[in-house]
């Protein structure tokens, strides 16, 4: 990939949940099971009526749990804490990734819609500790979530960003239309990478990738 496409990028912003760590590892599955098991807990509801509507308010809302909050006004940071309480056994360190990411010239930051504190458990366990500048959870936007504009707009103000010298990597091509629509440059990261007139580039080697622009 020509690395003159990314020659004025200064601040790099990457996801975390299936962008710095392989799908495989199948991580965010556990963290489905329990945002189901929340749902029932909370509205009374069965597992195939809760199932539903974590992906319903997933789909309308941009995250379960924006759902949750502008239907059933829940307290998210309860929420937040017991559903990312899981198994980070699956992770292993990537030293090639970790050694990617630094190699890059200006800041490294990631961006979630999980948790802050859960960001920071992962990118510890796949050694990529002290590679980022900054960490930035669903709650550093005021619990607006991706692909709200909103919410990039409030995370790239916490930082300090200037969105037309920046690039953003995700698996979620819905979270890329907003940043594109910002002036960052796109890239979507995943096994079968997808095209839309938002994506600059994609790749199913985000090391690679990232390789080929040092």
């Known amino acids: 990939m020509p690395k003159q ?3 004025h990028v200064d601040t790099w912003v990457f996801d975390l949940d299936n ?3 392989p799908p495989h590892v199948r991580l965010f599955d556990q963290i489905e099971r329990r945002m189901t098991q929340y749902v029932m807990d909370v509205l009374g509801v069965d597992r195939a009526r809760a199932n539903h509507l974590r992906h319903e308010y997933w789909r309308k809302h941009g995250t379960t749990l924006a ?3 502008r239907e059933h006004d829940i307290d998210p940071a309860p929420y937040l804490v017991d559903v990312h309480d899981i198994s980070f056994d699956g992770l292993e360190p990537d030293a090639a990734l970790d050694a990617s990411i630094r190699a890059l010239s200006g ?3 990631v961006y979630t ?4 504190p859960y960001a920071a458990k992962v990118i510890e366990k796949r050694g990529l500790g002290g590679a980022f500048d900054a960490v930035y959870g669903v709650e550093n936007a005021g619990f607006l979530p991706k692909p709200d ?3 990039f707009a409030a995370i790239f103000a916490l930082d300090g960003l200037k969105p037309d010298r920046a690039a953003m ?5 819905r979270n890329l239309e907003a940043p594109h629509a910002m002036g960052l440059r796109t890239v979507h990261v995943a096994p ?4 839309a007139a938002y994506i600059h580039h994609s790749t199913d080697d985000l090391t690679e990738f990232l390789k080929c622009l040092v």
């Open 19 to 21: 962008t710095l760590y």
């Open 67 to 69: 759902g949750l909050m």
């Open 169 to 173: 990597f995700e698996d979620d091509i």
């Open 149 to 151: 504009k909103g919410a």
């Open 113 to 116: 819609n999980g948790s802050a």
């Open 192 to 195: 079968e990478p997808e095209t």
């Open 5 to 7: 496409y990314f020659s």
């Open 107 to 109: 800041r490294k930051i």
